[in-house]
């Protein structure tokens, strides 16, 4: 019987397939698993001027809802703080647009199908 995949490898797969995605796009990858003491994010890109912070979320059962759903209020505000920490270390891209993106990704045949949603929460939201 081969050996169950990890958990971290799965979510490590899943993120570089959305980063390829993003990159395809024609995002730019400004930084990968940034982490605070007050969260991470996963990937933070830019597209063109906007500064896009990006949670992907990786679901191969839907039972509990996909990626988007998964992405509750406390992570939303543990993401928004984290995007405050990074920008507050770079004053420069703190003056730009800010985005808040999240790619719902399942794996399918040996593949990642992948839903790449932006603007996928805001300020407000949180």
Do not use: I, Y
Not at 11 to 30: P, S
């Amino acid at each position: 019987m081969p050996a169950r995949p990890d958990r971290q490898a799965l979510g490590a797969a899943a993120e570089a397939a959305a980063l390829r995605h993003l990159e395809a796009a024609g995002l730019v990858l400004l930084a990968r698993n940034a982490r605070f003491k007050v969260g991470e994010l996963d990937l933070v890109m830019r597209d063109g001027d906007t500064v896009v912070f990006v949670e992907v979320r990786l679901r191969n059962a839907t039972h509990f809802g996909d990626g988007f759903a998964s992405v509750d209020r406390r992570k939303r505000q543990r993401m928004v703080r984290a995007a405050q920490a990074w920008l507050a270390a770079r004053p420069a891209l703190a003056r730009h647009p800010c985005r808040l993106d999240v790619v719902s990704a399942r794996a399918e045949d040996g593949a990642h199908a992948l839903d790449w949603q932006r603007d996928a929460f805001t300020l407000a939201d949180v």
